[in-house]
């Protein structure tokens, strides 16, 4: 077993095992915690993979921003100490099945597939070269979707406060 | 403005006109004025098509206009007309005419009333004109739809459910006529040309056997749920007998035939092959329709249900005659459209103008209004006579030549069916018998009938147009067999290279 | 050559009366409308004489026989090439006849009618009514083709269905005039299939080329067969059906008793002398081809006529209305020239039973029309129709009794009467062809004169009756035409019909024969005779025979019970058993099966609306779901 | 920069509402309408105008005239959305969000124009959401109500699963093809599984957002929930833009396995008109029962997809700008009479016509161009749709379709019904509507009556058809 | 072959990840418990993009840059989502998803 499958094994792992924590754990709180495990472990398969400045998105934006305004909102509206109803049985089977099946249906499909691995040498994934294609407006240039996502942060941003907001009497 | 177009024009711009109106008076001056602007129309139409027929113009369709419309498509409103839908056309202007004074007592929403009716009465039009299937079609959904508010607002009875199940089962039957439109549109040019809606390029084209199998049923179904084709005309006595007066009278008088005309005009004539082969099903049906049709009526009790399942009887000949492929069979079935429409709008228009001097249309509770309403009763009395087919009214001539035609087939079956129609004239008088029995004659069964007054001069225009008709008709039909017959020849020649 | 094209004239003029009465007739007070109805039929009736003189008298023979003149022909409406309806006018002896005593009658009639129906409502309209009937009825006998004949036989329906039902009030005329419009309807259904049947196989309507020996229906002769019978047959058979109607033959005949409900002088004109023996018109009409091409056919027509004949006469020896045993009687005499009709043969004296048909049909309708007539004079007078309210009325009314005795003589066939040449003939005819058709018509002639003198008896004899106000004789416009047609029963017999009208046009000899003749003036005198007996003075004897003759007189009392089976079969079998199934088979499944689709649809629709529970996750189930679903359908169960 | 013109304008007339927004005092708020109206409708006026296309960005981005011409029918949309939602906005509990409300509608139209435009699947994908996750404030608006907020949530839930398996959909083609640049997935193309599979989720989540059955469970209670504005810019602009890219990246990425993808349109539009039907039948409250007759219009939409042809195609487009006209006009009325009387149930309009006849006529208008019924345009556009598919010769989903017209002619004329045949004691009274509705409605009237006979408008739109498939 | 671990293996794991998040998504009653089963749902997606860029095309960074962009509209997403959880729970002062369902049928 080299250290990549190593590694790999234990951030699967980790990513299966919360990802199941996260879906069945009656402790809301909890659950979010292990979403962080989730999170960060995949972005422990990033930096396996050498996207580091994916990696440490991973980390900011989602292990640190997103699962953070989950903990507020958890704090903001639930109780930390309850723990949260078992759903009904019957949606659990019908779920359970949909997502197996799917899941069977998926992996079997995969494996169908012939992919044909790639010799070509990786690009550089090193901050310059994708600061590089951000702002380039050729092909595999990024400069526009950089600025539409401002749009939707801006306008989802509004559209937060303006939900959100108290009523003002 | 060629004069067809303006068949469509004067309705329009009539509508425009009483938009204008301030008061019922108003609206019901301009709508008289509209619709008698269009009767005269259409006595131009007819003697400027008999003046061009004299002069030795033989093109099947006279006073064509064809402009492109959506050119990808190869729509066009293309209009023409040729003997059958000139005299559809007469028809239609009559009825409308007498329709606009039959209804010259609808005071609630009047505007609404003879809006929708006129509009109704473009679709009619429209659709008689068209030589291009598309445009046919969407005259006649234009002329189905308005008949939903016109039962709904203003009938009577259970008139939500009539009007929804009218305007569903005949929306239904035009369902079925696009999907056989689009079927005769995509096999319109087998030689991989350009497709195209129209009924003259149509008819020049031999389009397979088995595809014409599949299709006829949808065009002749769905024309036939308008003509009251057994088992489809369950719409018709419920729909006829909440409808107010013009509406039955339109509906009835013109609207019904729409469905033998479409069956006449693109089932079987554009679909030569499947109707000979398909006849014999249809065939069955109608009679049963004429049959069933007549015994319906003599258990009805309300009048217009028993006009409603004679118009099913009647119309059921219609179709049973243009299942005939002959000459003297489908000229039969033209005459008979058109006297029954006249015929059967007399009706309407006698039996509301009845309904509102007695507030019932039950026949046991009236009787002996021949009295009291002597003008009335005497024009219903004609009104029975030409419906059990009286000579000297047109009913005679229509049936008499599809009862003729009908039976010069030399097959067994075609004779018996033939017999079994023909045995429809006993009871259709056995029936008209007994409603005038009741009705008229006898003692008046109730006192406030007494005050009952005659018809009023608008009423008397109404109904004398009407009867004028029908005797005219009756008492001279060979000037409109003859147009008729003049119409009837290609449809004829096409239908007979198929048969051999 | 003649012109005859004025004779359109003939046929017009009542048409013309017509609309003008029945537009303007209210205009009018009631006497002037009635003074215009019949001088437009005087005027018609004397262009008939004229025609009829020039027909018979001016015009050249050809090869000896009366010619068959077009006197006026239009296209009326095409259906082929061959085969359209034309109007026009055909005259030949027949059609001629016709004329006379179409226009004699009706105008003796219109005449009669101004008293008759003095102070009645819808006075106009019921001249206007009249002249309607007339129109049709010299239509029908003028046409010049089956259609034609067709066309005005059905307007003469629609005319004696309005007259009957004239006075629309009284239910009992309301309920006849429909039966008797039901009943000829369903016969002319017969008609028109006959005309059909016959389109297909002469593809000709008209009448000279239908009965010209060399023209396609006589050629036809047994060409195609069905049910053992030719088409020819089989036409002729339906078309008879339709005579049989109109002319009351058994079985079709239960109309005509009830027709009665008319004003009287309606039935002497169209229930007596002329729109009821358009059926024998007819089968004259289409002589040549039963004849010839349809022996069988004619067959029937003699035993039909027969039977009616014995059967009516029975019947009318039961009745108490005066009308009706007229109506009986009158059935009677149909009868009878159905079945000379019926034993005729073709040409010369083997037609003499065509001729003594004819004939009878001219004098029968002087006397019958004339017998009527009295019976309205006396009805006028008592205000009532049953004869056992009546008695020793001849004191009252000297005229009337006098006419109706010469009317019940010309019917019993006593010599010199009109009826006894007539009705000779037709013996004479009967017996040389059929012994059991002759015997049958020979008792029929005793019983005829035994209910006629019943009826006689009954009404001027026998015990005075307590009137409400004294009988009195009625006026002299309606005495006139009472006397002119006793007049007539007493000389129409004197025609020489051989001479004029015969069943191949050309005259024959023919001369009374007294082996036949005797006898039958013996039976009738006997059936005089017992009638005297019974019912000159008050007797019982007729209660005894009564109760002698038991069920069979209760039977025949009844009219042997026809009524009820016709009501048994039209309200039981076909109103209960066919209509109201037939409705209720609409509403409920045919409209059960619409209703159904839209009940099934809502129901649907009710049943699925958990899937929209509203409930998130539920709803995400379906989406994940329907992804994997339509994957797995796609990937491995779809093939290209 | 011309070639971008129409989201280029939108993003200055955003910033320029923002800037003004920030700096207007609060009480001078509600001056903002005027101003936002007059510069979209410039916007859209500068729309027609034709310019340059073509590419940018590396192909990441191309517009077509088709593209155009969708992007200026959207315009139009709008246009009559800002329009009809004046008289709601004015309201007392909107007044602090006007700006807002403009700022999100506009940038979710930003989202949509790109999308429309959108080269590859990423483009595709940020437009698809830019136009999907602010409409979800905009469906939660109504802050006070319950059902808004149930909408928002339903909403921003089902988009997000859905664009996780568009997303999973996108990943294997990616993984599969190598790209996600439309023009490369194009060539290496093929059906094997695991592309039938991706190619099936993509599809789900496109077929989410047109709403078409099994995936279109939300539609009915967002529809209900949300603002009437917003349910008619979501039924009709949203979804209309989704079909359009639906059937640009259909015909285009999807083309060679053309034979797959009519089956799964054929399926599910048999089911979408269906079902659709069958829910709208039983609805009371208008803006369901608007909510299910879309998810039927869905359904016969699919139908011109399937016929996967240039007449198919540009009947699609045809049949979207009518039905924006038609269900704008349907849900202007549902929405005035909504904000007068706070009426939302088809029960209430028992006799409207005698007390506010235009309305009922517009609605009436309305309702019979959805269900097809000449002369108005929804008979046009129905009428292609069925000849598109019946051009490929399948005339089982044709009469499918057309019984499905009749039970949808059945649930329109219950509108109709009450409007006009019912009567009720308490009918909602005559009120003159404002002039912004009016005018509104006067467009979509407009639209509806003229577009059916002005056969030009489908010629253009067939001009420009040409060639893409 | 990236260095012994083959494409599938991550293609697994993400997929099971995925509909691991599906069955969260599915029976979950906390709305902010569904959130984070679609964070799952997103974030599996990204492992796919990311290891198909690097193991087959890794000659350009369609995938990675996919993946930023995921990740921030997963982040809008969640701001969005959030808010209305928040204006929800004002409402009915709970966030239990099978109680939003007072719009059915």
Known sequence: MTTNQFMFFLFATIIVVFSVLTVTSRRILRAATFLLFVLVSTAGLYFMLKFNFLAAIQLTLYAGGIVVLIIFSILLTSQIAEKLEQPALTKKIFAGLAAVIGASLCIYTILLYNFIPSNLPSIGTNVDTIGQALISTGKYGYALPFEVISILLLSAMIGSIIVAKKRKD | MDNLTLFIIIPLLTIFGILFCRDHKQVKIVSAIGMSLQLINAGILITMFLLQRAAGNTDMMLFVKDVVWYPSLNIHYFVGVDGISVAMIGLTSIVIFAGIFASWEVKDLSKEFFISLIFLSSGVFGFFISLDLFTLFLFYEVAVIPMYLLIGIWGTGPRHYSAMKLTLMLMGGSALILVGLLGLYFHSNPSGGPLTFSIPAISLVHIPPDVQRFFFPFLFVGFGVLGALFPFHTWSPDGHASAPTAVSMLHAGVLMKLGGYGCFRVAVFLLPDAAHQLAWIFIILTTISVIYGAFGAIWQKDLKYINAYSSVSHCGLVLFAILMFNKTAMNGAILQMISHGIMTALFFALIGMIYGRTHTRYINEMGGLMKVMPFLAVCYVIAGLASLGLPGFSGFVAEMTIFVGAFQHNDVFHRVVTVIAVSSIVVTAVYILRVVGMLLLGRIKNDHYLEITDAKWYEKLSTGVLIFSITAIGLAPLWLSELINNGLGPIIDRLLVVAH | MINFSYTVFIVLIPLIFFVLLGFFGNKFKPLVSGIIGTSGLFISFLLSCYTAYQYFFVVPKIAGAFPKLIAYNTVWLRFTDTLHIDLGVLLDPISVMMLIVITTVSFMVHLYSIGYMKGEKGYERFFSFLSLFTFSMLGLVIATNIFQMYIFWELVGVSSYLLIGFYYEKDSAVAASKKAFIVTRFADLGFLIGILILSITTKTFDFISLTDPKGPALQQGSSILFLGLSTMTWSMIFVFMGGAGKSAMFPLHIWLPDAMEGPTPVSALIHAATMVVAGVYLVARMFPIFVISAPAALTVVAYVGAFTSLFAAVIACTQYDIKRVLAYSTMSQIGYMMLALGVSGYGGHEGLGYMASMFHLFTHAFFKALLFLCAGAIIHAVHTNYMTEMGGLRKHLPITHLTFLIACFAIAGIPPFAGFFSKDEILAAAFENNKLLWAVEYAVAGITAFYMFRLYYRIFWGKEQHYSHPPHEAPLVMTIPLMLLAVGAILAGLVPFQNLVTSDSLPFENHIELGIAIPSILIALLGIGIATIFYRKETNLPQKITRTLGSFYTAAYHKFYFDELYLFITKKILFDRVSTPVAWFDRHIVDGMMNGVSYVTNSVSGRIKGFQSGQLQQYAWVFVSGAIALALAFIYLWTL | MLIMRHELLLVIITVILLLVEIFLPDNRKHTIILPSILLFFIVTVLGFIPGPTGELFGGMYATTPLILTMKNILNLGVLIIFIQSVNWLKKIENKGKIGEYYLILLSTLIGMDYMISSGDFLMFYLGLELATIPLATLAAWERFKEKSAEAGVKLIFTSALSSGILLYGISMIYGTTGSVYFREVMGAFNATPLQVLAFIFFFAGMAFKIAIVPFHLWIADVYEGSPINITSYLSVISKGAAVFILMIILYTVFYKIALLWRDVLYVTSILTMTIGNLFAIRQRNIKRFLAFSSIAQAGFILLGLIGQSQLGMTTVIYFVLVYIFSNLGAFGVAGIISNVTGKESIDDYDGLYRTNPLLSLTMMLALFSLAGIPPVAGFFGKFFLFTAAAQKGLYLLVIIGVLNTIISLYYYLLVVKAMFLNTSDQPIAYFRSDAYSRIGLLMCVAGIVIIGFASPVYEFILSLSHGLY | ?105
């Open chain 5, 1 to 105: 072959m990236f260095e012994g671990v083959p494409l599938t293996w991550f293609l697994i794991v993400a997929t099971i990840m995925f509909f691991i998040g599906i069955y969260g998504f599915l029976v979950r009653k906390n709305l902010i418990t569904i959130l984070m089963s679609l964070e799952l749902i997103l974030n599996s997606v990204n492992i796919n993009f990311v290891a198909f860029n690097k193991l087959l095309y890794p000659q350009h960074m369609e995938g990675m840059f996919f993946t930023v962009f995921v990740i921030a509209v997963a982040a809008a997403e969640a701001s969005v989502a959030i808010a209305i959880i928040i204006n929800i729970y004002r409402r009915l002062i709970n966030i239990d998803v099978e109680r939003i369902d007072e719009m059915k049928y």
